[in-house]
């Protein structure tokens, strides 16, 4: 039986949300040219596009708002959110950004040019667009577990260490410019990255004398897994385990839109305060995000993120948050739809590959899933699949992802058990009637990078 854990907070302030009828959806999403992306939000009753700036924040979020100091440099607001982040990670310099892609065009092209790689456990879509930017290549390079979304595994996040090291020495060393491992592995399901692949990975860096930068966005959810499944960690308080864990890299970039529950910003540190690479993390700050001392933040963001990033590391939110996932992931179960398992920190990664298997990756049945989500219950979801994989930047051929995922990604303490109910009830009557939806879909105009927030669609006809 699904079982819901309850809130632990109460809700003081309310955001009203209207229900279109299915006919006014359909209409909705044609008008969008078939792409979530393209939606006004006050058309959508469950928004699961992202867990990404759309959280709620607190009350002691927003008092911090009304203390933010706006100074230009040395805002108290900066100091704030370095005392925050180096209690939390025990790194020795911290620098805010707007967001996580603003550090990723801050930090990357410090260590990739032209001929680099970059190898990670899975690349978000921004993070590849990013190495690519630098006109370096991504290679992705998680456990083969993490491809079988019906096997049950923990940390199916990991790296895959073996076929690491083998890529390195293929590639040669001198040619890949950072090792970057995403906690938690968003691409991958949200799946977490166990604190002995964490070990290991710093260890083949170490041993290749490579720079081992750690993608952030969700480091607390990925704790929690490790308190919760990871031998030696049950006595172990989320902070020590956040410690531990950022101990074995260099530098780190995090989108504080996840875990640290603000509507917009981002954080870099670097361990070692000496590190040289500081000077010019500074300069391309300046340069691309504003003086290093707010890093194309308001103070007061800053001051609801020093805050959010505290709050982000609570235990007991972090139980209720995944708890969240794991009873939707029980009521699937229930009806027997498949899901990346078990359930990711950030939400459900639903196998639309297994629901469509008359759908080929190249007409998108993640996307088919999104559309038909949308159409039954107002429900925003988005691709995780090939649509969002884009094309070989070297042949143009569209890329065969690993995965055809339809993310459900849950905003923090922003639905209650009502809505959970809504999600699972509309993907069982998807499910019902699944192998009646024979079209795939067709891209009629795509921009070159990143496509998949602006491309346009149409069902195939058949
Ligand atoms: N890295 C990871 C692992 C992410 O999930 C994201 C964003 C970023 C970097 C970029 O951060 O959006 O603040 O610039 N993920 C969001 C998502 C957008 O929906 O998963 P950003």
Request: proline share 4%; net charge negative.
């Amino acid at each position: 039986m699904a079982k819901y854990v309850p809130e632990p907070f109460r809700i003081k302030m309310v955001e009203k949300i209207k229900m279109l009828t299915k006919e006014e959806r359909a209409q909705k999403i044609k008008e969008a040219d078939y792409n979530l992306f393209g939606l006004r939000s006050e058309d959508v009753y469950i928004d699961l596009l992202t867990d990404s700036g759309t959280g709620a924040m607190s009350s002691d979020q927003w008092g911090g708002l009304m203390q933010g100091d706006e100074a230009y440099a040395g805002s108290k607001s900066y100091y704030n959110v370095i005392d925050s982040g180096r209690d939390i990670f025990g790194y020795e310099y911290i620098q805010p950004v707007h967001q996580g892609r603003a550090g990723e065009k801050v930090i990357f092209p410090l260590f990739l040019s032209k001929g680099k790689y970059a190898i990670s456990n899975t690349f978000f879509d921004t993070t590849r667009a990013h190495v690519e930017l630098c006109g370096a290549r991504a290679i992705d390079c998680v456990i083969e577990a993490a491809k079988n979304p019906a096997v049950r595994a923990p940390f199916k996040g990991n790296m895959d260490i073996p076929k690491l090291e083998k890529l390195i020495n293929e590639l040669g060393a001198e040619n890949v410019g950072l090792i970057v491992l995403t906690i938690t592995n968003n691409s991958a399901g949200g799946q977490p990255v166990s604190m002995e692949n964490i070990k290991a990975t710093s260890e083949v860096c170490k041993k290749y004398g490579l720079t081992m930068e750690i993608d952030c966005a969700r480091f607390a959810e990925n704790a929690y897994f490790i308190k919760r499944d990871e031998k030696g960690y049950q006595d172990k308080s989320i902070k020590d385990i956040v410690r531990e864990m950022f101990s074995y890299g260099d530098i780190f970039h995090m989108s504080s839109k996840k875990d640290a529950i603000v509507n917009m910003g981002g954080v870099l540190g670097v361990k070692d305060g000496n590190n040289p690479v500081i000077p010019n993390i500074k300069a391309n700050c300046v340069s691309y995000e504003g003086f290093y001392t707010y890093g194309g933040l308001s103070g007061r963001d800053m001051e609801s993120l020093a805050i959010g990033l505290q709050e982000g590391i609570d235990e007991d939110f972090l139980h209720y948050r995944i708890g969240q996932c794991e009873y939707l992931a029980a009521k699937l179960d229930e009806a027997g739809v498949i899901y990346q398992s078990p359930v990711g920190g950030h939400g459900l990664f639903i196998d639309a590959a297994a629901m469509f298997p008359q759908i080929p990756y190249n007409e998108f049945p993640a996307q088919v899933l999104a559309i038909e989500l949308y159409k039954e219950a107002g429900i925003r979801t988005c691709d995780i699949g090939s649509f969002m994989m884009g094309n070989d930047p070297d042949t143009g051929e569209q890329i065969k992802s690993d995965f055809e995922f339809t993310r459900f990604a849950i905003p923090r303490r922003v639905y209650t058990q009502a809505h959970f109910d809504i999600m699972a009830d509309a993907l069982i009557a998807i499910k019902k009637r699944a192998g009646e939806i024979k079209r795939g879909m067709r891209i009629t105009w795509e921009p070159p990078i990143l496509r998949h927030f602006q491309a346009k669609l149409e069902y195939i006809n058949k």
